[in-house]
C-alpha cells in the first residue's frame, strides 16, 4: 500500500523510477512501459510525486497529476493546465535574479544535457511562496520533444536551514561581542577557537600574537605554563575545574576568573573550552566599597537628616544615629528587624507609615515631601516631610524602601500662622470691587483677587500658571507700560491710563494705580490696583458721537427724508393705487393688464429701493463677498444689449454694443455678478439720464487690465457736483423732474463693488454734452486667478434618478410658491411644516439630497434645524430662505448653510443654486 505522506528520500526514488521509465520509452516504442494506460498510471495517477509534462515550444503544462495540482494551491486539474512555469514563480529567486531569466537558463539546460536538477521558489494563486527541488527531464513521444519535471516539497529543509544559519550567526555574534575571553584547546594544547577579547588580552599582557594553532603552553610564561598545562590535562580527564588566579602584570596584581570545561564529540574528550573573565577592577571595587561604606555610616550619623531603610516586609534594615534616637531603639543595629508598630509612634501613625510603603512598594514609584505626624521617643508630637523611593535588586525587583525626612515642627507652625493671616487679606481683598493685583519683577502675576478672574476672564489656575500683566494690556498700550514700569520701580506711584484685554481679546479702558514692591530696598515687582472706566469712557463716546450725529443729521435729514419720502411713495402710491382699481366692476381685460403691470414696475421700484438700501449697508459694513467665477463678458454684454434694447427704443435711443474681443478670447475670473451689477447701474443711468442720442456700453483690452465703459449723450453733471456723485443718498439735481427719480445709490453701490473688485471707477461728463463713466479692472485682480483655478465643465449630467429635496415651510403661500417654481422639475419634494417634523424625515429618508428651509418656524429655527441636520451628516447642501436681508452674513459664517436667498428671490435663480450644488 502505497504511503500517503512519503519522506523525503522516498520522493527522490520515485522519481529516479519515474526517469528510467521515461528513458525506457524513448528507447523502444514496443516495451511494456509504452502501453499508454501503464505508462500514465506509473507517471500521475499511482504517484504522490507531483509530475507536470509540458512542450517545448509555448513551455505549457499540457498534463500533470493530482499530487502537483495540490501542491500549486489548484482546485483542480483543468486550473494548471496551459499555465507556464512562470504562473507558478515567485517573482525572484534565491540569487535574486528574475524567475523567468533563471527559468529559461534551466530549460536550456535540460534541453541541451537532457536533465536539470536545482531548487526553485514558488508561488501559489493565494501568494504563497513555497520551496521546491526541482527534476527537470526531456523525452520523446512520437517523434515530439517534452520536458517532464517532478517536485519534491523542501520548504521546511530550507526553513531549518535558514535557522542553523541564523543560530550559526548569533553564536558567532555572542562570542566575537562577548566582553570575556573565550577560546579553546585540542590535546595538543594547540588553540582552536579565540575571540577578539582573548587575543587583545595576550596581546596586552604578554606581548603575543596568537592564532588557531598556537601552542598556549608556549605563549604563557613561567610557572603558569607548567601550572596550565596540569589543569588542562584534568579537563581532558573530563573534569570541569574554576579558579581565580592572581598575575603580577607591571607591579601590579591582574585577578582573572577562569572556568574550564571539556569539549566532548561522541562521549569522547577533544579538547577543552575557557572562559576567563578579568575581574581586577571588580577587586579593586570591593575594597573601595569597604572603605566607602565606613564613610557613609559616618556621613549618615553627621548629617541632619533622619534616614532608614526596610525590607519587603516593612522591617526595618538599618537607619542612622539621628533616627535610632527619635524612634526610642538607643542605636542603630537594635532597629533590625522591627516594624513601626513596635517603635514610639502612636498606632494610626504606624499604620500611615505602612500605607504609604506597601503604596510605594507595589507601584515601584517613589513619593516626595510627604507631609506625616510623628509622636517620637522623647514625647514631642512633631511634623514631618518625608521622601520614600523603592530599592530594587539586580534583577528589577523591589527589595523595599528608602526614606529620609526634615522635621519641620517650626516651620508647620508658621505656615499655619501665615495662611490664616492671608486668608484673612484674601478674603477682605476679595470684597472689593476693583482688580487688586501683585506681580514679580518680570511682570508675572503672583496675586489676584476675585474681581480680577471677573474681569480678564482668566481663571485662579491660570493667572497663577504664569500669565504677564502685558497679556492683560492691549498691545497697543505696550510701549507705555514699559515706559511706565521703570519709573514705579525707582519709587514712584504711578497712576496711569491703558487699554486692558480680556483672555477672549475684547477690550476695555482702565486706570491703573501701582507701587513698587521692596525686599531689603529693592524692587522685586509691583501692587496694584486696576479700575474699570469702561461707563466713563462709554459715556464720553456717546457725547462725541450724540454731537458729530446731531451735526450730520441736520446737514442730511432733510435731503434724505425728502428723497425717500418720494422714492417710498411713488412706487407704494402706483402699487396701492391700481390694487384699488382693480375692484373696479366689469373692468376689461386689457385695462386689467394695464394695471398690473403698473403695479409690476412699482413693486420692482421699490424692491430696487430696498435692494439698494440693504447693499450699500452690506457694502460700508464689510459683509459683502466677493465669489469669483468664470466669465465671459461678451455673452455678458450680449444679455445687457437684450436686456437694455427694449428700454432704449422706447426712449428713442441708439443703444451701441462694443466688443472687441472674440468670444472664445473674452473669458476671464472674476466676480460676474458685481460686474453685471455695475454694468447695469452705470447703463440704466445712462438712458434715464439721456432724452435723445445714443447710450455706447463696451470695454477695451488694454495691456493691464481691462477698461470698461459707458457713455451717453445726455444732460450730463454740473462740474461742481461731479465730486460728490458716488457719494450716497446723492442725486445731480434732486429738485429736478421725475428723469432723476431713485434713491442716489446706484453709483455708490458700483463704486463699492469696484473697489472689492481692486478696480478703479472714474467720471467725465461736460454738462449738456453727456458723461462717461469708465471702470477699470487691472490686469493682477484676474489673470493671477485664471492660472490658479481649475477648468469648470459647462455643464454636468445631473443622474437620472429623480432627487429629493425636503422643503421646511409652515407658510402656505410660501410652500405654494416653491411647489410651483420645482413642480415641473424632475425632483421628488418631501414637504416638512416645523422643525422637529423636518429633522425627523431627514433621518428617514436617507436619499435627500438638498435640504431648503426657512429661518423662522414656529418650533425652532432654520439655524437650529441645519445644526441638528449637521450632526449626521455634513456633506448635504442646506438652503434657507428668508425675508430677512441682514441674516445672510451673520448665519453664513457660521458655516451652516451653503446658500441663504432673500425673499423675494426669482424662480430662475432658484433652479440654477439647486442645479449648481446638485451637480457637485
Not at 427 to 448: H, K, R
Request: net charge negative; aromatic share 10%.
Amino acid at each position: 500500500m502505497t504511503n500517503p505522506n512519503p519522506t523525503y528520500e522516498e520522493l527522490l526514488k520515485e522519481n529516479e523510477a519515474l526517469k528510467k521509465a521515461l528513458k525506457s520509452k524513448e528507447r523502444s516504442t514496443n516495451d511494456s512501459i509504452t502501453d499508454s494506460k501503464t505508462f500514465l498510471r506509473l507517471l500521475f495517477q499511482s504517484s504522490l510525486l507531483p509530475i507536470i509534462v509540458m512542450d517545448v515550444i509555448n513551455y505549457h503544462f499540457i498534463d500533470c497529476n493530482e499530487a502537483a495540482v495540490k501542491i500549486y494551491g489548484y482546485k483542480d486539474k483543468s486550473e494548471l493546465i496551459g499555465k507556464t512555469p512562470f504562473d507558478v514563480s515567485a517573482p525572484f529567486q534565491y540569487d535574486h535574479s528574475p524567475s523567468e531569466e533563471k527559468a529559461q537558463y534551466y530549460i536550456n539546460k535540460a534541453l541541451e544535457e537532457g536533465s536539470a536538477t536545482f531548487d526553485w521558489k514558488h508561488q501559489k494563486p493565494n501568494g504563497e511562496i513555497w520551496d521546491a527541488e526541482v527534476h527537470l527531464l526531456t523525452f520523446k513521444h512520437c517523434d515530439s520533444t517534452f520536458l517532464q519535471f517532478s517536485l519534491v516539497d523542501i520548504t521546511e529543509r530550507e526553513k531549518h536551514k535558514r535557522e542553523l544559519q541564523r543560530s550559526q550567526a548569533n553564536m558567532s555574534a555572542i562570542l566575537e561581542n562577548s566582553l570575556d575571553s573565550i577560546w579553546s584547546v585540542d590535546l595538543d594544547y594547540k588553540l582552536i577557537y579565540t575571540n577578539k577579547v582573548f587575543k587583545n588580552h595576550i596581546k596586552k599582557h604578554y606581548n603575543q600574537t596568537i592564532s588557531v594553532g598556537s601552542n598556549i603552553i608556549d605563549i604563557l610564561p613561567s610557572p603558569f605554563n607548567t601550572l596550565w598545562k596540569k589543569r588542562l590535562k584534568k579537563i581532558f580527564k573530563n573534569e570541569i575545574i574554576n579558579f581565580t588566579d592572581e598575575v603580577p602584570i607591571n607591579n601590579t596584581l591582574l585577578y582573572t576568573e577562569v572556568i574550564m570545561s571539556p569539549i566532548r564529540v561522541d562521549d569522547k574528550v577533544i579538547g577543552a573550552s575557557i572562559h576567563s573573565k578579568d575581574i581586577s577592577e571588580q577587586k579593586k571595587t570591593e575594597e573601595e566599597l569597604i572603605e566607602t561604606n565606613a564613610m557613609k555610616e559616618m556621613i549618615m550619623d553627621n548629617i541632619p537628616s533622619f534616614i532608614f531603610w526596610k525590607n519587603r516586609q516593612s522591617e526595618y534594615m538599618g537607619c542612622n544615629r539621628k533616627f535610632a534616637e527619635v524612634a526610642g531603639v538607643g542605636y542603630q543595629f537594635n532597629i533590625i528587624g522591627k516594624t513601626d508598630y513596635e517603635l514610639a509612634w502612636k498606632k494610626e501613625e504606624a499604620e500611615f507609615f505602612r500605607e504609604v510603603d506597601e503604596r510605594i512598594m507595589k507601584s515601584g514609584i517613589g513619593e516626595y515631601r510627604i507631609i506625616e505626624s510623628q509622636q517620637q521617643a522623647n514625647g514631642k508630637q512633631a511634623w514631618l516631610e518625608t521622601n520614600k523611593i523603592p530599592l530594587f535588586n539586580s534583577e528589577g525587583e523591589v527589595i523595599g524602601i528608602l526614606g529620609t525626612y526634615e522635621d519641620i515642627t517650626e516651620r508647620k507652625e508658621t505656615e499655619e500662622a501665615l495662611v490664616a493671616s492671608e486668608q484673612k487679606f484674601k478674603e477682605t481683598v476679595d470684597m472689593l470691587p476693583q482688580i487688586v493685583f501683585e506681580s514679580d519683577i518680570n511682570g508675572n502675576f503672583t496675586f489676584a483677587n476675585q474681581q480680577a478672574f471677573i474681569s480678564f476672564g482668566y481663571t485662579k489656575e491660570e493667572l497663577n500658571a504664569g500669565i504677564n500683566l502685558l497679556q492683560c494690556i492691549a498691545e497697543e498700550c505696550h510701549e507705555d507700560v514699559k515706559i511706565n514700569v521703570p519709573q514705579i520701580y525707582n519709587g514712584h506711584i504711578s497712576s496711569n491710563e491703558y487699554i486692558a484685554r480680556r483672555k477672549d481679546g475684547s477690550k476695555f479702558p482702565v486706570i491703573i494705580y501701582s507701587t513698587p514692591i521692596l525686599k531689603n530696598n529693592k524692587a522685586i515687582g509691583l501692587r496694584g490696583i486696576v479700575i474699570d472706566i469702561t461707563e466713563r469712557k462709554e459715556i464720553e463716546k456717546e457725547l462725541i458721537k450724540a454731537k458729530e450725529k446731531a451735526e450730520e443729521s441736520d446737514h442730511l435729514k432733510s435731503a434724505f427724508l425728502a428723497n425717500m419720502s418720494h422714492e417710498i411713495r411713488t412706487p407704494m402710491n402706483g402699487i396701492l393705487g391700481f390694487a384699488e382699481l382693480l375692484k373696479t366692476p366689469n373692468l376689461s381685460g386689457e385695462d386689467q393688464q394695464n394695471f398690473i403691470n403698473v403695479i409690476e414696475k412699482s413693486g420692482e421700484r421699490m424692491l430696487n429701493i430696498i435692494n439698494d438700501l440693504v447693499n450699500i449697508s452690506k457694502i460700508e459694513a464689510g459683509q459683502i463677498d466677493v465669489n469669483i467665477v468664470e466669465t465671459n463678458i461678451n455673452e455678458q454684454f450680449q444679455f445687457l444689449e437684450d436686456f437694455f434694447s427694449a428700454e432704449a427704443a422706447h426712449k428713442n435711443l441708439t443703444l451701441i454694443k462694443e466688443c472687441p474681443l472674440p468670444t472664445d478670447e473674452a473669458t476671464l475670473f472674476t466676480d460676474k455678478e458685481k460686474i453685471y451689477a455695475i454694468m447695469t447701474n452705470l447703463i440704466k443711468n445712462a438712458i434715464k439720464f439721456t432724452e435723445k442720442g445714443s447710450v455706447t456700453f463696451g470695454y477695451k483690452s488694454e495691456l493691464k487690465g481691462i477698461l470698461f465703459y459707458v457713455k451717453d449723450t445726455g444732460v450730463g453733471i454740473p462740474k461742481e457736483k461731479q465730486k460728490a456723485v458716488f457719494d450716497r443718498f446723492v442725486q445731480v439735481d434732486p429738485q429736478s423732474s421725475n428723469i432723476n427719480e431713485g434713491a442716489g445709490l446706484g453709483l455708490s453701490i458700483s463704486k463699492g463693488y469696484s473697489d472689492l473688485l481692486n478696480g478703479k471707477m472714474s467720471m467725465q461728463s461736460i454738462k449738456g454734452r453727456g458723461t462717461t463713466f469708465t471702470f477699470f479692472l487691472p490686469k493682477s485682480s484676474y489673470d493671477d486667478l485664471h492660472k490658479e483655478q481649475l477648468n469648470i465643465p459647462a455643464s454636468v449630467i445631473i443622474e437620472a434618478r429623480k432627487l429629493s429635496i425636503l422643503v421646511v415651510e409652515d407658510d402656505m403661500t410660501s410652500l405654494f410658491y416653491l411647489n410651483t417654481i420645482l413642480k415641473n422639475e424632475n425632483y421628488i419634494l418631501i414637504i416638512a411644516k416645523s422643525g422637529t417634523e423636518a429633522i425627523r424625515l431627514f433621518n428617514e429618508n436617507k436619499d435627500i439630497d438638498l435640504v431648503l428651509t426657512g429661518i423662522k418656524m414656529p418650533d425652532m429655527d432654520g439655524m437650529s434645524i441645519a445644526k441638528a441636520i449637521r450632526k449626521t451628516n455634513k456633506k448635504v447642501p442646506i438652503f434657507a430662505h428668508t425675508s430677512f436681508s441682514l441674516v445672510h452674513e451673520k448665519d453664513k459664517t457660521q458655516n451652516m448653510f451653503d446658500e441663504i436667498l432673500t425673499k423675494p428671490f426669482q424662480a430662475t435663480l432658484l433652479k440654477e443654486k439647486i442645479k449648481e450644488y446638485l451637480q457637485q
